[in-house]
């Protein structure tokens, strides 16, 4: 990296490429937007591009992890105010993270071509740090429903991973040709929400 750049100027411009490709990325698309229209808007050469990012789906990680903190604040705002229908309020909460999958610019395009994209071109540890760092938020969630009494106590590895499934089916959409997404989606929600709150509190 060139030496004219101080820590602080590096710092300047990893937040200027994430900005303007956020814009991009969110206009265009993970797929049609390119490294040359990215480094055009954030006023830097190919070549720097390539000091900071491996490829363009490592800074669309990066743009993920810049919005994810929305993402958690939206998905968590009502997460432990909880109605009398325990049942019902942990529907909502799955049905609230879905929405904003579906609906939040970045989310909302990634499907399962983008996925296996993202998979292909990240670091595997990034990955790990990533999945880690989810699991652990929403651990946080379940556990303080079982402490409650509210949600049967379950191995909270294999709960993440329901979790995981789910976001899979998010995420796939698109594959489900000839069948009912929004029905597939509920059917999911209310077996996860049935096996899973304590009867007393449905």
């Known amino acids: 990296m060139p030496k004219a750049w101080s820590k602080q100027e590096k710092e300047i411009i990893r937040k200027n490429l994430i900005n303007k ?13 390119t490294v040359d229209e ?11 591009f390539y000091l900071f990012y491996g490829s363009k789906e490592e800074l669309y990680f990066d743009v993920l992890e810049t919005v994810e903190g929305e993402f958690r604040e939206k ?9 009398k229908n325990k049942r019902k309020s942990f529907k909502a ?3 609230q993270m879905i929405e904003l999958l579906i609906t939040m610019p970045l989310y909302r395009e990634i499907n399962s ?13 990034t990955l790990k740090k990533h999945i880690e760092s989810d699991q652990e938020d929403i651990s946080k969630y379940f556990r303080y429903w079982m402490e409650q009494g509210w949600m049967r ?20 959409r698109d594959d489900f040709e000839g069948t009912n997404f929004e029905a597939t989606k509920e059917l999911w929600i209310d077996a996860l929400a049935s096996y899973l709150i304590t009867k007393e509190n449905k």
């Open 113 to 125: 071509t983008n996925y296996e994209l993202l998979l292909q071109k990240l670091p595997e540890e």
């Open 38 to 48: 990215i480094v055009r808007a954030a006023g830097i050469s190919k070549g720097s």
């Open 93 to 95: 909460f799955l049905n």
């Open 21 to 33: 490709s956020m814009k991009l990325f969110e206009k265009y698309g993970l797929q049609k937007t």
């Open 75 to 83: 998905m968590f705002e009502n997460a432990f105010k909880t109605e």
């Open 153 to 172: 106590k379950v191995d909270m590895e294999a709960l993440n991973g329901l979790l995981l499934s789910l976001i899979y089916l998010v995420i796939h």
